[in-house]
């Protein structure tokens, strides 16, 4: 009885905290992969992260998929999951920025890439569960040539797909996040204005789960913090 007692005591003592579980809109893949690493050095806590689109993400934790945060690419979504019952206040943690994006340096960096000769797919995450999706579309009408080249068009599940697409010459030009290229040098692109889309503020939300879990408020802060603010910032989103 002694011994079993002796190695239960041992056995609590070693188990491991819970890992905390992060959705994340695929567009801060890059920002979330530093962030996670940055807070677990400083915490000891460990983070899994799933990355997909917000749409894609948002179904998933409706469903029931055991999320404790979710850092959404729009408003939205967070919004939804408060007024569903299923997560607490959303805060804004960036602004996404679109960029028009071709691994190729020899097309010509500008709108005008849209309609250049050699241009026959253009990639753009799907309007209906990605938001960076419904900010090109809005670029495009805005343009006035959305009926010129709807049929060159190719839709990605998510921004990260989408950056894919273009990177493997699937698609010879796409919409992707500035953030997938911000630190790339290859290539020609445009930054649209933000006069011709919607500005795409990205809220998170600490899930109901996430309220009995001692890391998910304490990542939720440093998110939001200078520190968490400043890695953002470095990915070319706009911070608060």
Do not use: C
Request: glycine share 10%; net charge positive.
């Amino acid at each position: 009885m002694r011994l079993v007692f002796l190695f239960l005591l041992i056995f609590a003592g070693n188990s491991p905290a819970e890992e905390l579980k992060i959705a994340a809109a695929a567009n801060f893949t890059a920002p979330m992969r530093e962030l996670v690493a940055r807070f677990g050095a400083s915490t000891g806590h460990e983070s899994v992260v799933s990355y997909g689109s917000t749409g894609k993400l948002y179904t998933q934790i409706i469903h029931g998929a055991p999320y404790h945060l979710f850092l959404a690419a729009d408003q939205e979504a967070p919004l939804r999951l408060q007024r569903e019952g299923l997560g607490q206040t959303p805060h804004t943690y960036a602004t996404g920025k679109l960029v028009l994006w071709s691994p190729d340096p020899d097309l010509i960096a500008g709108p005008d890439a849209l309609r250049a000769a050699g241009v026959r797919r253009i990639a753009i995450a799907n309007p209906k569960t990605a938001p960076y999706g419904g900010g090109a579309l809005q670029i495009i009408k805005a343009l006035g040539w959305g009926a010129e080249i709807q049929s060159k068009l190719v839709r990605g599940d998510n921004i990260a797909q989408t950056y894919q697409f273009v990177m493997t010459g699937n698609a010879q030009l796409g919409f992707v996040a500035l953030s997938q290229v911000i630190d790339s040098h290859r290539g020609s692109r445009w930054t649209p204005p933000q006069t011709l889309y919607d500005p795409i503020h990205q809220d998170a939300i600490l899930l109901n789960r996430g309220k009995e879990h001692p890391a998910a408020e304490a990542f939720l802060r440093f998110l939001l913090g200078p520190e968490g603010q400043t890695i953002a910032r470095r990915y070319g989103y706009g911070v608060k």
